[in-house]
């Protein structure tokens, strides 16, 4: 419960002794290209192959002739949008940007930089962390765009390519009873999942005490509390908002 509750003094310290906004600006889009785009490549080869799978693997199951092959196309588009675009993507996200999160702030803790902020009256918490959260909310949902249509796409290539399915089959059944409110759901849950993953591990990191051996215990702390934290999320959103 210490933990906690320091957790959220950390929270509230955000938003405390601000720099100028046009501070914030440089940071946030610095933050983007190291938290965003630095990401498109792993993403894009994890949310292609995960919609290849699951066509492949749900072809492989439908073995019923009563059972239309647009069903196939039908699961890999409502598995991509619901869970492994916004889900998985995020817990691979908390394991790259998580730890060079937990690592970076934990070096500057024990290298005294943080220490040196707060010196010249910088809030180091606002200065540090809040730059990371807004970055990494402007750019996780368009990650999480970017695996839903690669998903889709992933799986589409491979339905084709192994014969398992038709093109018009796949079409019909990414069009067939779809639920509009899969895509802002989606949306929802990777902005929740990117301020846990960015907050958790920051908390983590600032905390850091001791040397280099300490950051990595850091680092490891970080990615594991933030898995847990998006799959604890990723079933509380699916209770609250679905049912």
Do not use: W
């Not at 996200?93 to 024990?110: C, D, E, F, N, Q």
């Not at 290298?111 to 010196?119: G, S």
């Amino acid at each position: 419960m210490k933990t906690l509750g320091n957790y959220f003094i950390f929270l509230g310290n955000l938003f405390r002794n601000r720099e100028k906004f046009k501070v914030y600006v440089k940071l946030v889009l610095e933050e983007c290209i190291e938290i965003g785009i630095n990401s498109v490549f792993i993403v894009s080869i994890v949310a292609t192959f995960l919609g290849a799978v699951t066509c492949v693997q749900t072809a492989d199951n439908l073995v019923s002739p009563f059972v239309p092959n647009y069903i196939i196309s039908l699961i890999v588009r409502d598995s991509s949008i619901l869970e492994f675009a916004p889900t998985i993507t995020c817990v691979v996200l908390s394991g790259k940007v998580g730890s060079h999160i937990a690592g970076g702030l934990g070096t500057m803790r024990i290298t005294e930089q943080i220490d040196a902020l707060e010196v010249m009256g910088i809030n180091s918490v606002s200065y540090l962390v809040l730059p990371k959260i807004v970055a990494a909310i402007v750019t996780f949902p368009m990650l999480v765009i970017l695996s839903g249509f690669l998903s889709i796409l992933g799986g589409y290539l491979a339905g084709v390519a192994t014969n398992v399915i038709s093109p018009e089959d796949y079409v019909t059944g990414l069009r067939y009873d779809f639920r509009t409110f899969n895509i802002p759901f989606a949306l929802i849950k990777s902005v929740v999942f990117a301020f846990l993953i960015t907050s958790i591990s920051s908390f983590k990191g600032y905390f850091t005490r001791g040397g280099a051996l300490e950051v990595g215990q850091a680092s490891t702390a970080a990615v594991t509390n933030s898995c847990i934290a998006v799959l604890i999320a990723d079933y509380l959103l699916a209770q609250l908002l679905l049912l």
